[in-house]
């Protein structure tokens, strides 16, 4: 043990002293991100401008951002598809040089699976990022004894499934968990029997196990998820006969929590509850298209805009991405306080592509930004336009205000019929630690959304136009029933917060109405 404990000292001591020069060349981009970025577009489009897609658009004469603007139109998934299918096939220098030998796949909202490039290029760009989280961390804390221990990452099935034309497909996981360096894997879990397993629920339980014994300094996931590890790596505690009531009984030196996806906030006080004791939250904005953001500082909640890492980035004013004629700025041309559709040509050959995201930045020296939520993901059946992170920030604020904890909800539309004579949303809530009264939670969350949305406000106004919220409590491990129940269950998918019809809603009711069966 003491021998592995030097030896961890000793790579974190190694890691923190070779990080200077990326934090100097992070430091000069943070300065100067424009050039950065202009440089990063002509370069990627000197180097595609043979292929297919080069060829269509006129790369070899781009000069500019605003020529790269005028002969790029912007493309969704969808519209991106038959390009990408021909590289599925096998076909070499598509969208960019040569044979595309990956694919991240990952389950969309609006075209089911999607199959994402990604280049050697893309691979090593991803890789960089994931070098320059713990560059941040160890700039920030000084704290090498992270690597005394295991850091645990709750992705996707690290297996890949072989292609008809020979490429490798599979969770962005898998993928990265090929490429890492090898002395990360003295550092990581699970090991990889368990990371090849398909099965989530076979594989969280052997994570669990596994974690259970192990000493554990850190975890990477998505909220939901570390939550219902941390509470099964417990339960496994006192199987063996421990007292345990957090995290920290279990892993005395657990020290950071990495996570993205979702807005932390409504699970902040819940995980602090869980955990024990005080620790470090990092977020992350990876995307299978490529890693986007990181938190650089440790009292912060916002991300830095990764300018290097193989993105140029584009930004459309969320009202204008369905538009004719959307606005396409860079970053000399953002605000603070605006959501923007972000749009994104890459390394791997994606070409002003809409990533379905919403950003709104909150500096701009350096260019800092939180996740607003989806295009896709927004609620408005009766034009009261609810955006992810409005009803996120009225949930944890009322969370706060009557001292409740949430594992997830969901928010749904209730059309007026014979029996409903005006509309309104129905919340579905997962209850850690549940308020004291209900009612008087979802009057909270309802009036907390009136301070921060007008239209919705106006609905609500006197119930004209809206009646007053209605909250169904779900049980324990409702929402996992209903994820497994549409085939998203796993660490890589999120529970939707936000539809403009039922779908989700009836599956989840459902799900409940058998749990509660004898």
């Known amino acids: 043990m003491r021998d592995w404990l030097r030896l961890g000292r000793l790579a974190g001591t190694c890691l923190r002293a070779t990080s200077g020069p990326r934090l100097r060349a992070i430091q000069a981009w943070r300065e100067k991100p424009l050039p950065t970025q202009e440089r990063l577009l002509l370069d990627l489009c000197r180097k595609a401008a043979r292929t297919r897609f080069g060829r269509e658009h006129g790369f070899a004469g781009v000069r500019s951002v605003r020529e790269f603007q005028d002969n790029v139109p912007l493309r969704t998934y969808l519209e991106f598809k038959p390009y990408w299918d021909t590289l ?10 040569g044979r595309i030998e990956r694919f991240a796949l990952t389950s969309g909202t609006t ?10 290029e893309g691979v090593r760009s991803q890789r960089r990022a994931g070098r320059d989280i713990v560059n941040f961390y160890l700039e920030q804390s000084g704290d090498t004894a992270l690597f005394g221990g295991k850091f645990l990452f709750l992705g996707g099935s690290t297996e890949l499934v072989r292609l008809p034309s020979g490429a490798l497909a599979g969770d962005l996981s898998g993928i990265m968990a090929c490429r890492m360096p090898r002395y990360a894997n003295l550092f990581r879990l699970p090991s990889p029997s368990i990371a090849l397993m398909g099965d989530w629920e076979k594989k969280l339980d052997a994570m669990a196990e596994e974690a259970e014994r ?32 957090t995290v920290a009984d279990v892993w005395p030196e657990f020290r950071l929590l990495v996570h993205g996806g979702v807005n932390y906030e409504p699970y902040r006080e819940s995980m602090r509850h869980l955990l024990g004791k005080a620790v470090h939250a990092l977020e992350v904005y990876p995307a299978s298209e490529g890693f986007i953001g990181i938190q650089d500082r440790l009292d912060a909640n916002d991300m830095l805009l990764m300018m290097d890492t193989g993105l140029f980035y584009e930004f459309v004013p969320r009202e204008e991405i369905a538009s004719d004629a959307p606005r396409r700025f860079t970053v000399a041309d953002v605000e603070t306080g605006v959501d923007y559709a972000i749009v994104l040509s890459t390394n791997s050959g994606l070409w002003g592509y809409v990533l379905g995201d919403t950003v709104r930045f909150t500096s701009l020296r350096p260019h800092r930004l939180r996740v607003t939520g989806r295009i896709a993901h927004f609620l408005s059946a009766f034009g009261e336009h609810l955006i992810s992170e409005e009803v996120e920030a009225a949930v944890a604020g009322a969370c706060r205000t009557a001292g409740a904890e949430i594992r997830d909800f969901h928010v749904a539309p209730i059309y007026p019929d014979q029996n409903t004579p005006r509309p309104a949303h129905q919340w579905f809530v997962e209850f850690v630690k549940p308020p004291a009264d209900e009612h008087e939670f979802i009057a909270e969350v309802d009036r907390r959304l009136q301070r921060r949305n007008d239209d919705y406000a106006a609905h609500r106004q006197g119930d004209a136009g809206m009646s007053a919220p209605l909250l169904t ?46």
């Open 214 to 245: 192990s000493d554990v300094r850190g975890v990477s996931g998505t909220p939901s998820w570390v939550f219902c590890l941390f509470e099964q790596v417990m339960e496994r505690r006192r199987a063996r006969g421990r007292s345990v009531e």
């Open 88 to 97: 599925l096939e096998g076909e070499t220098d598509v969208t960019w040089p």
């Open 111 to 120: 075209a089911g699976n999607k199959y994402i490039p990604l280049s050697d």
């Open 473 to 518: 409590t779900v049980p324990k491990g409702g929402f996992r029933r209903a994820m497994k129940r549409i085939g998203k269950l796993g660490g890589q998918n999120k529970v939707p917060r936000l539809r403009n019809d039922r779908e989700f809603a009836d599956v989840l009711a459902q799900c409940m109405d058998e749990g509660q069966k004898p």
